[in-house]
């Protein structure tokens, strides 16, 4: 007994150490939940709470409110302690929502989250009803940030209620079995899931899994042969579906990528495409690649797939450049309006419109001047030489 205490004050004196450090609202918000609850359990809360409301009758609403006002200071403080990024979060909160509300009953599949994000966005930036504040923190999330919206959009809010009616029965379970620390473990992701994407990394999703595992199995040999079939199942699954060789193989042709080139590392990309052609990151730069060696219409072929698989508005920005150096004046113009919604706080896709609006074959005087006026005024994230190279050579085109 002594030495599961010394083991158990120095794992936590360790999660101690780490919270504070990671500077992660989710995890302190999780931890104090959870604890507390574990707390309460262990020493009967809801008996206590009840002869204390009894016998203190008068002081009830007193305390009440005084704690509802020290919890919403504290969310307050919690929400300045990083305002930038929580406005982030109510944003995207807001457009997965809409795209929700899109498809609420089938979703968008499996690794659909990203395509339906970015579609949504585009949407709501192109309606013109947003604020400073949202054009700011927009970007170009992989994950929702809140694991419940995340099942909704890539398989349905019916799906949804399936998976929280399952966690809801292993969590009675729990209890019925006395199983209060794992109890309070599912809690603690629970609580994290709300603000963050744990269910996205393979290490915290067994770790649920295993926790549910153990609030189920109690004494039972059924249910434990259950879960050992479950995880020679997912194991079977992940070691078929292993990426490892490939992406080493990717890291090799990305370095020839990176240091300019092209050729010799579309012949790498070629050869990986099988393998890693759902992978966002890998379709844009193969497709960079082509366009960078003036296969335009390859390269837009495989931005197209891209943008199954990312919302990033570079995509949209190549797409652009492609059809522009086709002749496809009408339908660059598209693309690169679509990049300006889908990311208005972006200084990029307004000068390529500069530069497709100054085509002798397009020239569009009216529109260049706007677009010219949002380079030169639109207040950048990061002040780069990029921004002043774009400037200089905006006025050049004015001129």
């Known amino acids: 007994e002594q030495g599961k205490y010394y083991i158990s004050s120095g794992v936590l004196l360790l999660i101690f150490c780490v919270l504070p450090a990671g500077m992660s609202r989710s995890a302190w918000l999780a931890t104090i939940v959870s604890g507390l609850?574990?707390?309460?359990?262990?020493?009967?809360?809801?008996?206590?709470?009840?002869?204390?409301?009894?016998?203190?009758?008068?002081?009830?609403?007193?305390?009440?409110?005084?704690?509802?006002?020290?919890?919403?200071?504290?969310?307050?403080?919690?929400?300045?302690?990083?305002?930038?990024?929580?406005?982030?979060?109510?944003?995207?909160?807001?457009?997965?929502?809409?795209?929700?509300?899109?498809?609420?009953?089938?979703?968008?599949?499996?690794?659909?989250?990203?395509?339906?994000?970015?579609?949504?966005?585009?949407?709501?930036?192109?309606?013109?009803?947003?604020?400073?504040?949202?054009?700011?923190?927009?970007?170009?999330?992989?994950?929702?940030?809140?694991?419940?919206?995340?099942?909704?959009?890539?398989?349905?809010?019916?799906?949804?209620?399936?998976?929280?009616?399952?966690?809801?029965?292993?969590?009675?379970?729990?209890?019925?079995?006395?199983?209060?620390?794992?109890?309070?473990g599912v809690i603690s992701v629970l609580v994290f899931a709300l603000s963050s994407y744990p269910m996205q990394i393979p290490g915290f999703a067994m770790t649920f899994y295993f926790l549910l595992a153990a609030c189920v199995i109690g004494r039972s040999k059924v249910a434990l042969l259950f879960f050992i079939l479950m995880i020679a199942l997912l194991g079977a699954y992940y070691w078929k579906n292993n990426q490892y060789k490939a992406c080493k193989e990717w890291y090799r042709s990305k370095m020839l990528y990176n240091i300019g080139a092209y050729q010799a590392a579309k012949e790498g990309y070629e050869?990986?495409?099988?393998?890693?052609?759902?992978r966002g990151t890998f379709l844009f730069e193969y497709g960079h690649c082509l366009h960078k060696l003036k296969e335009y219409d390859n390269s837009t072929r495989l931005m197209q797939e891209a943008m199954k698989y990312t919302c990033d508005p570079m995509v949209l920005n190549i797409i652009g450049k492609n059809y522009q150096a086709?002749?496809?004046?009408?339908?660059?113009?598209?693309?690169?309006?679509?990049?300006?919604?889908?990311?208005?706080?972006?200084?990029?896709?307004?000068?390529?419109?500069?530069?497709?609006?100054?085509e002798s074959e397009y020239r569009q005087p009216e529109k260049l001047k706007y677009a010219a006026e949002v380079v030169l005024t639109k207040e950048p994230k990061v002040q780069s030489t990029a921004v002043k190279e774009m400037r200089a050579e905006v006025q050049k085109y004015l001129k």
């Open 326 to 358: 086709t002749g496809e004046y009408e339908e660059a113009e598209e693309s690169l309006i679509r990049s300006t919604h889908r990311l208005p706080g972006r200084i990029y896709p307004y000068y390529l419109l500069v530069k497709l609006y100054a």
């Open 271 to 278: 050869k990986l495409y099988p393998d890693l052609k759902t």
């Open 37 to 184: 609850w574990i707390y309460g359990m262990h020493y009967s809360w809801g008996t206590r709470l009840r002869k204390m409301i009894k016998r203190y009758k008068k002081r009830v609403f007193p305390v009440a409110a005084i704690g509802g006002v020290i919890i919403a200071a504290s969310g307050y403080a919690l929400f300045f302690l990083k305002a930038d990024s929580a406005s982030g979060r109510l944003l995207m909160w807001k457009v997965t929502s809409m795209a929700i509300t899109e498809s609420p009953l089938t979703g968008y599949g499996s690794d659909g989250f990203v395509h339906a994000y970015g579609m949504a966005q585009e949407k709501y930036f192109a309606n013109a009803n947003y604020s400073e504040t949202e054009e700011w923190v927009a970007g170009s999330p992989e994950y929702a940030f809140n694991e419940y919206l995340q099942v909704a959009v890539e398989y349905g809010i019916p799906f949804l209620f399936v998976v929280l009616l399952v966690i809801a029965f292993c969590f009675w379970r729990g209890i019925t079995e006395k199983q209060i620390g794992i109890c309070g």
